[in-house]
């Protein structure tokens, strides 16, 4: 099945520095991804959504100047967290839709990257 | 966004019992669900799907029911196995937009 791989796994950071997080499908290629953040015990709240080759869509709430994301390639989308504090402290995971071979025909899936956890202290 | 972030439920039960997990989605034009599982520290994993025009669809151990008419999704699993331990989500789907999360159940097996 398609594979998306996020990196780095855990990040710790002095708050006011930048974070940058990769997003990269493997074996398929992705004009759309998308940044979720995730909570201690809270579901996944979708922050953006990265479009290849143009400006990323922002939920309602989410600051385009905090949190930059870049999707340069039909496989890379990139969230950079700008000058971080320690709110911003939180588990991002990024998703890019394929075809699922044996799901429901004709529907896509959303195959996720394992995540990152920042820590900004 | 339409997923509201809540404290999740939680959910008990003994090892070869049956459980079901339920969902409440938001929007009555999503026509795609999918239920995730997620372990601690991972990215969720797909467990089952189901389109609009289905009410019921089975896997392996598992078996997914949408009821539309009160925008309702469940999950059953059958003999629930240690391994079952996760946090259960599902999705919502308008085909071609983004998928949108359920608030999620905390699912624990007692051995």
């Known amino acids: 099945g398609a594979v998306v791989s996020q990196h780095p796994s855990w990040v710790i950071c002095k708050s006011g520095t930048s974070v940058k997080i990769e997003c990269r499908s493997l074996d398929f290629q992705a004009t759309t991804m998308f940044w979720y953040r995730q909570f201690p015990k809270q579901s996944l709240m979708l922050m953006a959504t990265?479009?290849?080759?143009?400006?990323?869509?922002?939920e309602q709430g989410v600051e385009k100047d905090k949190f930059l994301i870049n999707h340069a390639s039909l496989t890379l989308s990139t969230l950079t967290v700008t000058s971080a504090h320690p709110e911003d402290s939180s588990f991002y995971i990024c998703?890019?839709?394929?075809?699922?071979?044996?799901?429901?025909?004709?529907?896509?899936?959303?195959?996720f990257g394992q995540g990152t956890r920042l820590t900004v202290v | 966004g339409e997923s509201v972030g809540l404290h999740l439920p939680t959910l008990s039960v003994q090892e070869g019992d049956n459980s079901i997990i339920n969902c409440a989605y938001s929007n009555s034009a999503s026509d795609y669900f999918i239920w995730y599982k997620q372990e601690s520290g991972k990215g969720p994993q797909f467990i089952i799907d189901i389109r609009s025009n289905m009410d019921k669809r089975q896997g392996q151990r598992v078996t997914v029911l949408l009821n539309k008419t009160v925008k309702h999704l469940s999950l059953q699993i059958a003999a629930t196995q240690p391994g079952d331990s996760a946090v259960y989500f599902c999705a919502e789907n308008l085909t071609g937009n983004q998928f949108y999360f359920g608030t999620g159940t905390s699912l624990t097996v007692i051995p």
């Open positions: 990265s479009n290849e080759g143009s400006k990323a869509t922002y």
């Open positions: 998703s890019a839709q394929a075809i699922r071979t044996g799901g429901v025909a004709g529907y896509t899936e959303a195959f």
